[in-house]
């Protein structure tokens, strides 16, 4: 079996250096330039800054971590936008991550986001910015993870996972959230597209938004049936179905409180624990096989070679990969 050193590793020390150091503690003293340094050297750190998140240590308490999916256009940023407004006046600080999976730059759509956030500039208890995976080992889930831990050691109390772009960053952001929102548009047949598309497993609390649009109440109607007929146990958690204006805050309320209902019952059934583990180990295992990928196209001339036996039928893929995993690249046999 091959050694496996992180690409980049190299320039990392053992033990917390003192730029850590003190960029933790501008993070735990709640520093704003600090925390938008800490998340950046998590991007771009091919394995996510373990130093700096070694002095950042534990938070004081979790944050709630809330992911937003839904078709483009549906109306995420309003939503998030809308929800930041309610959280403020309750007094809790909230932080914005637009998670960006597709795209190393923030493009148009982005852009467009931060011009709809921009009532919250200049308050103190809101953090905005989008992330992208860019340089990060494990892709998003390996640095996702580190973002919150980040969030929540600078005191945050509600993350809100906001995705941008559409595919696999759906699946990712309900991953790494406490609690999944799902914005869904009024329309025939809506709620049955959701069905199919495989995102009724990934919701905790399904919102029929642009509900000043015909049909909302059809959808809501259509989905509530939907969940009835997925198979639950008693004391498993029943994703409620809301309807909300965005744009103008109707409905907002009752989303509000739906979340902090779901928090609860992840706190009371001991839910909130095991869906961190289950995020961590995502974590660890992305992480972990992007580092024996890294290995293993050291030497890419190897796998080269083991790909024309592959093409040309004299080998299977399985083959090659077991040969790969147990003596490292063929270049490197000799080693
Ligand atoms: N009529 C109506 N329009 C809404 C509502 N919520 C959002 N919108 C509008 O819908 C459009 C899209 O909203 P966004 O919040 O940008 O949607 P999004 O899901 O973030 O879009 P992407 O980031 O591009 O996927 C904007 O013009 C919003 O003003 C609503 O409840 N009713
Ligand atoms: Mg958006």
New binding site residues.
Partial sequence: MCVIVAPGAEALHDGVVDSDAALAEGVRSGGVRELARAITAIENSPTGAPGLLDALGSPDRPAHVLGIT???????????SALVRAYRLREKRVAVIAVDPSSPFSGG?LL??RI?MQEHSGDPGVYIRSMASRGHLGGLNAAIGPVLRVCEVAGFDAVIL????VGQSEVEVAAAADTTLV?IAPGMGDGIQAAKAGILEIGDIFVV?????DGASTTARELRHMIALGERLPQEWEPPVHM?????G?GIEDVVLAAGEHLQWLIDTGNLARRREVRAREEILDTASALVRAELLEDRRGVDSLASEVAGGRMTAFEAAQRLLEEGPPGRMDA
């Fill in positions: 839904g078709a483009p256009g549906v109306g995420k940023s309003t939503m998030t759509a467009g986001d709809r906001e995705t941008v772009g914005l938004n642009k509900a000043d649009r909300t204006v965005a744009s103008t109707d």
